[in-house]
């Protein structure tokens, strides 16, 4: 869909003191995006494109669409161009949170990616979670989670080895951690205690979640125990906070 949003004469000559370029025409898009002028999804047309059409520089662009960033419509992806931000989904957080499986309830399709994989030794907190001795040896996974090519959320994940010594291939594979538990003869897992936190993410985080930094994401952290009651996977999830609404569960058995 082409737009074509005109800007009053008035834009060019409004004296000084009155209500800047760059925020009338973050107003106007805004307008133009709340109209269904762009859909969900949709590409904007480019910084330069948008300069000649409303007579500014490329900077006030920026600006504006900066502000429109800002205010969760649209997601700039550098090298790419600007987007509207086209969904929200709803997540469930209860004792068998699966990924692929709140995806599905949705009508979505997505999966987990590995980003990076290490073995390090437990911090004190990080075995009083898992139950395990200090200093223990763990399997460290950045985890990154889509749904329609969208980037929903980062996770730092932690596993004990040996136990689970060849999680990171079956998830590479598979793009499940469930898969993976039941490769490693877990069949069934729940999760112990979720604990949820908004706050603003660091540059990394930001960057991998394809948003600005001053915009906050919903921090996850939360272990999962096998069907002894063993602690199986202690992890740290961030999710995009304007793509992701999280309803915690209490009716699972």
Not at 78 to 88: H, R
Not at 222 to 228: E, G, I
Request: aromatic fraction near 6%; glycine fraction near 6%.
């Amino acid at each position: 869909m082409t737009a074509t949003t005109t800007f009053p004469n008035s834009l060019q000559t409004a004296p000084a003191g009155r209500e800047s370029f760059w925020t009338r025409i973050a107003t106007e898009l805004a307008e133009a995006i709340g109209r269904g002028v762009y859909a969900p999804g949709q590409r904007l047309p480019s910084e330069h494109a948008l300069a000649e059409q409303y007579g500014v520089n490329r900077h006030t662009i920026r600006r504006s669409l900066a502000s429109l960033c800002s205010q969760g419509l649209v997601r700039i992806s550098q090298g790419s161009g600007t987007y509207v931000e086209d969904f929200a989904v709803d997540l469930a957080l209860g004792k068998r949170t699966r990924h692929h499986q709140n995806l599905a309830q949705a009508g979505l399709r997505g999966g987990l990616q590995v980003l990076a994989a290490r073995t390090v030794r437990a911090t004190a907190a990080q075995a009083r979670a898992l139950q395990l001795p200090a200093r223990s040896t763990l399997l460290w996974l950045r985890v990154l989670g889509e749904a329609e090519q969208q980037p929903l959320q980062v996770s730092e994940r932690l596993f004990p080895l040996p136990r689970f010594a060849n999680l990171e291939a079956v998830v590479r594979e598979t793009g499940s951690i469930t898969a993976a538990f039941a490769a490693h003869g877990v069949a069934d897992y729940t999760r112990r205690d979720s604990r949820i936190t908004a706050l603003m993410p660091d540059a990394e985080v930001a960057a991998i979640l394809k948003q600005a930094q001053s915009r906050p994401v919903l921090q996850v952290e939360s272990v999962n125990v096998d069907p002894q009651g063993v602690p199986i996977e202690y992890a740290t999830a961030w999710f995009a906070g304007d793509r992701v609404k999280l309803t915690v569960s209490h009716d699972e058995h």
